[in-house]
C-alpha cells in the first residue's frame, strides 16, 4: 500500500542522515549550544536575509507553536487566528492550555483577510468594556495554510501593515513553508516573509528532517528568557545538535528548497491524474496538499490500496479526501495511484 496520508511518515533525507552518522561521536556541547546549531543558525540568518535574527531550535510543530505563543503573550492576552487556522483545529487545544485563548476570524479559502483583521481590532478598541475581555496580543497565520493555499506577496503585507499600526506582532507557522515559497506562482520570498512578521518558524520535520522546527524571531525580539520558557514547556532537547546538525544540512547547497520543490512537482503531477479521471477538488491548492472530492463508494475502493486523510463530508454522497506529496514521493507511487482511480 503507498501513503498520501501526510508529509512527515518518512524518515530523513540520506544527506540529513549522512551528517547525524558522520557526527555521532562528536560529543558537541548540550542544549542546542553546540557548533553545529551555530553554523545551521548563521545559514538560516543568511537564508532569511536576517544578520541580526534569534533562532531556536525545537522538535515539532505543536511544541513550536504552544511555547512561542505563549512567550509572547500576557496572561490576559490572545493570539488571532482564522477559524481553519492549525493551532484551532489541530493541536488539541495546546495554546488554551497555556491558558491563552485562540480568538477566531472568519477565513476566505483558509486565508485571514486584513480588512476582516483590521475591523476586529478597530471594534476592539472602540469597546468601551474591552478591560472586561481577552485583550489580542497577537496574530497568527499559516504559509501554507491549513487548506493548501497562500498568501501573495501584498495580502501578506496587508495584514502585517495591520498589526503594526496597532502595535500586535504577526508570528508565521511554516511547518510547511519550504512547500509554499515553492509552489508555483508564489511571489513570496523567505526573506520577504521574513520582513514581513516578528517571528516565524522553518518546518524540518515535514521536509527532509527526522524531527525539528527552527523557531526565528527576526529583530532580535525574543523574549530576554526564551530558553528557560522553553524549559517549562518541555521544549529543550538536551542533544540538541541533533536538530542543529539536520538544520546544517538541509541549509547547505539549498537542500531544503530542492526538497520542498520536488513535492510540488509531484503534486502538480497527481492533480492531473485526478483531473484526467474527472474528479472535482475541494478547494485550488497550489501546493502539496490536495483536497480530492471523491465517491464515497469510490472511497471504500481507494482505501485498500492508499493511505490518505478523510478530511470531512461534501454532502451525503461524497467525501473530501486529503492526497499529500512529500520531499520522498515516488514516481512509481503516482503510477500506482493512476492504476487505482
Given at each position: 500500500?503507498?501513503?498520501?496520508?501526510?508529509?512527515?511518515?518518512?524518515?530523513a533525507?540520506?544527506?540529513?542522515?549522512?551528517a547525524?552518522?558522520?557526527?555521532?561521536?562528536?560529543?558537541?556541547?548540550?542544549?542546542?549550544?553546540?557548533?553545529?546549531?551555530e553554523?545551521?543558525?548563521?545559514?538560516?540568518?543568511?537564508?532569511?536575509?536576517?544578520?541580526?535574527?534569534?533562532?531556536?531550535?525545537?522538535?515539532?510543530?505543536?511544541?513550536?507553536?504552544?511555547?512561542?505563543?505563549?512567550?509572547m503573550?500576557?496572561?490576559?492576552?490572545?493570539?488571532?487566528?482564522?477559524?481553519?487556522?492549525?493551532?484551532?483545529?489541530?493541536?488539541?487545544?495546546?495554546?488554551?492550555?497555556?491558558?491563552?485563548?485562540?480568538?477566531?476570524?472568519?477565513?476566505?479559502?483558509?486565508?485571514?483577510?486584513a480588512?476582516?483583521?483590521?475591523?476586529?481590532?478597530?471594534?476592539?478598541?472602540?469597546?468601551?468594556?474591552?478591560n472586561?475581555?481577552?485583550?489580542?496580543?497577537?496574530?497568527?497565520?499559516?504559509?501554507?495554510?491549513?487548506?493548501?493555499?497562500?498568501?501573495?506577496?501584498?495580502?501578506?503585507?496587508?495584514?502585517?501593515?495591520?498589526?503594526?499600526?496597532?502595535?500586535?506582532?504577526?508570528?508565521?507557522?511554516?511547518?510547511?513553508?519550504?512547500?509554499?515559497?515553492?509552489?508555483?506562482?508564489?511571489?513570496?520570498?523567505?526573506?520577504?516573509?521574513?520582513?514581513?512578521?516578528?517571528?516565524?518558524?522553518?518546518?524540518?520535520?515535514?521536509?527532509?528532517?527526522?524531527?525539528?522546527?527552527?523557531?526565528?524571531?527576526?529583530?532580535?525580539?525574543?523574549?530576554?528568557?526564551?530558553?528557560?520558557?522553553?524549559?517549562?514547556?518541555?521544549?529543550?532537547?538536551?542533544?540538541?545538535?541533533l536538530?542543529?546538525?539536520?538544520?546544517?544540512?538541509?541549509?547547505?547547497?539549498?537542500?531544503?528548497?530542492?526538497?520542498?520543490?520536488?513535492?510540488?512537482?509531484?503534486?502538480?503531477?497527481?492533480?492531473?491524474i485526478?483531473?484526467?479521471?474527472?474528479?472535482?477538488?475541494?478547494?485550488d491548492?497550489?501546493?502539496?496538499?490536495?483536497?480530492?472530492?471523491?465517491?464515497?463508494?469510490?472511497?471504500?475502493?481507494?482505501?485498500?490500496?492508499?493511505?490518505?486523510?478523510?478530511?470531512?463530508?461534501?454532502?451525503?454522497h461524497?467525501?473530501?479526501?486529503?492526497?499529500?506529496?512529500?520531499?520522498?514521493?515516488?514516481?512509481?507511487?503516482?503510477?500506482?495511484?493512476?492504476?487505482?482511480?
Amino acid at each position: 500500500m503507498i501513503s498520501f496520508e501526510c508529509d512527515y511518515d518518512n524518515g530523513a533525507h540520506p544527506l540529513v542522515l549522512e551528517a547525524l552518522v558522520k557526527h555521532n561521536d562528536a560529543r558537541p556541547t548540550p542544549y542546542g549550544f553546540d557548533d553545529f546549531s551555530e553554523h545551521a543558525k548563521r545559514r538560516i540568518r543568511q537564508a532569511c536575509g536576517l544578520p541580526d535574527a534569534q533562532i531556536f531550535f525545537l522538535t515539532g510543530g505543536t511544541q513550536a507553536n504552544a511555547t512561542t505563543i505563549d512567550s509572547m503573550l500576557y496572561q490576559y492576552e490572545g493570539v488571532i487566528c482564522v477559524g481553519t487556522g492549525h493551532i484551532n483545529v489541530h493541536e488539541a487545544g495546546a495554546v488554551e492550555f497555556t491558558e491563552h485563548k485562540i480568538i477566531t476570524l472568519p477565513d476566505n479559502q483558509g486565508k485571514m483577510e486584513a480588512r476582516v483583521l483590521k475591523k476586529y481590532l478597530d471594534d476592539f478598541m472602540a469597546d468601551g468594556n474591552r478591560n472586561h475581555a481577552v485583550h489580542p496580543g497577537l496574530v497568527y497565520i499559516t504559509f501554507p495554510t491549513e487548506l493548501g493555499t497562500l498568501y501573495t506577496a501584498n495580502e501578506l503585507d496587508a495584514i502585517y501593515q495591520v498589526c503594526r499600526n496597532f502595535d500586535i506582532p504577526l508570528y508565521i507557522d511554516g511547518a510547511r513553508l519550504g512547500y509554499g515559497l515553492m509552489a508555483e506562482g508564489c511571489d513570496v520570498t523567505l526573506p520577504y516573509l521574513a520582513r514581513h512578521c516578528d517571528v516565524f518558524y522553518i518546518g524540518g520535520t515535514k521536509i527532509g528532517a527526522l524531527c525539528g522546527e527552527a523557531v526565528v524571531f527576526t529583530h532580535g525580539n525574543a523574549h530576554k528568557h526564551f530558553f528557560s520558557i522553553q524549559k517549562q514547556h518541555g521544549a529543550v532537547i538536551a542533544k540538541g545538535a541533533l536538530i542543529g546538525l539536520q538544520f546544517e544540512a538541509l541549509f547547505t547547497d539549498n537542500l531544503y528548497f530542492q526538497l520542498a520543490r520536488h513535492a510540488i512537482e509531484k503534486a502538480m503531477q497527481m492533480k492531473q491524474i485526478f483531473q484526467e479521471h474527472g474528479y472535482q477538488f475541494y478547494i485550488d491548492s497550489p501546493t502539496n496538499q490536495q483536497f480530492v472530492i471523491i465517491p464515497n463508494e469510490k472511497v471504500v475502493h481507494l482505501e485498500k490500496h492508499v493511505q490518505f486523510t478523510h478530511w470531512g463530508p461534501y454532502d451525503n454522497h461524497h467525501t473530501i479526501c486529503r492526497f499529500v506529496t512529500s520531499w520522498a514521493t515516488t514516481d512509481e507511487e503516482m503510477n500506482t495511484l493512476r492504476n487505482c482511480l
